[in-house]
């Protein structure tokens, strides 16, 4: 494998490298929507088991520590307000919220199989590449060491013994040093 396919692999490493970085980031993003929405049904379920005839009080969390009093009169089910989507909203009892959030999870778990899919073929799409990269960049080097010894050795055998001038030794200022001046 030649210097530019090496580095074409690495670049293609590095990009699936990314690629499953930003897969792992969507899983982890999934994974908490599915416990938002795992706790919205729930509680919109056991709303919707409750004993409608009688008056109900409760606290809705709207976030940063803020907490809302509600109050339901009673004489039927309660309602909420529900995204239907392209931010569409509509009324909705709370049993019919609570299907629509458990279909919604049944879609996010769809996609987050797909995304787990995705992230192992990645796995093993990196594994590969590097272990690609690994031995070609293994032989490369075996290469340059063998064609480095073929070289010597023909320039040891070519120039003759008494020709070879004798190597200089450097000194330097403090004896025979090297110093940065050097």
Same mark, same amino acid.
Not at 91 to 97: G, L
Not at 121 to 137: K, P, R, Y
Not at 167 to 178: A, I, T
């Given at each position: ?15 699936? @490298? !990314? =690629?499953?970085? %930003?897969?792992?980031?969507?899983? &982890? ?9 795992? *706790? +919205? ?14 008056e109900m ?28 989507g392209s931010?569409?909203f509509g ?10 959030? @458990? !279909? =919604?999870?049944? %879609?996010?778990?769809?996609?987050? &199989? ?9 796995? *093993? +799409? ?57």
């Amino acid at each position: 494998m030649e210097q530019s396919e090496l580095q074409q692999t690495a670049r293609l490493v590095e990009m699936n @490298r !990314e =690629r499953f970085h %930003e897969v792992q980031e969507r899983i &982890e993003q999934v994974i908490n929507v599915l416990g938002e929405h795992d *706790v +919205t049904a729930t509680i919109l379920e056991t709303l919707a088991k409750k004993n409608h005839n009688s008056e109900m009080k409760m606290h809705v969390s709207i976030g940063a520590g803020v907490t809302l009093t509600c109050q339901h009169p009673g004489g039927g089910e309660g309602s909420t307000i529900v995204d239907l989507g392209s931010g569409i909203f509509g009324e909705r009892s709370w049993s019919d919220a609570a299907a629509l959030t @458990r !279909e =919604r999870m049944e %879609e996010l778990g769809s996609l987050l &199989e797909t995304l787990q899919s995705q992230s192992q073929q990645l796995e *093993v +799409t990196i594994s590969t590449l590097a272990q690609s990269f690994t031995a070609a960049a293994e032989a490369q080097s075996k290469n340059e060491v063998i064609e480095h010894e073929e070289q010597q050795e023909s320039q040891s055998s070519d120039s003759e013994p008494s020709s070879q001038k004798p190597k200089r030794r450097r000194g330097g200022m403090f004896g025979n040093e090297l110093t940065l001046d050097d």
